[in-house]
C-alpha cells in the first residue's frame, strides 16, 4: 500500500473505537482509500478485479493524496526507500 507508492506520505484514515468485546466497523478507513469500502468488494475470494486494482497493471501512477480527507503525514527526511531494482541479481 501507502509504503510503495512512491509519493512519500502516509494518510491515516478514520478508525473505529472499540468499546466492548463485540464491535461493529463503521470507520472503513475513511479518507486514507481512493473511494469508498464498496468499490474494494471483489467477486470471490481470489478474484483481484476492483475499481482500483493493480494487479495486473505494469506500471501506475501513486495515488492523488489531494483526493483523500484523512491526516497526511510526509514521510521523514531520513527515512528511504527499496524497491526491487535494488536487489542483487539473482542468478
Not at 77 to 89: F, K, M
Request: glycine content about 8%.
Amino acid at each position: 500500500g501507502q509504503a510503495y507508492d512512491g509519493d512519500n506520505i502516509g494518510v491515516s484514515g478514520k478508525v473505529d473505537t472499540r468499546r466492548t468485546v463485540e464491535t461493529t466497523t463503521v470507520a472503513q478507513a475513511e479518507g486514507a482509500i481512493e473511494g469508498v469500502w464498496s468499490d474494494y468488494m471483489v467477486a470471490s475470494p481470489f478474484a483481484t478485479a476492483f475499481k482500483y486494482s493493480r494487479f495486473d497493471a505494469t506500471e501506475a501512477k501513486p495515488r492523488d493524496v489531494s483526493k483523500l480527507s484523512g491526516k497526511k503525514t510526509p514521510m521523514p527526511a531520513t527515512a528511504y526507500s527499496v524497491g526491487a531494482s535494488d536487489l542483487p541479481e539473482m542468478v
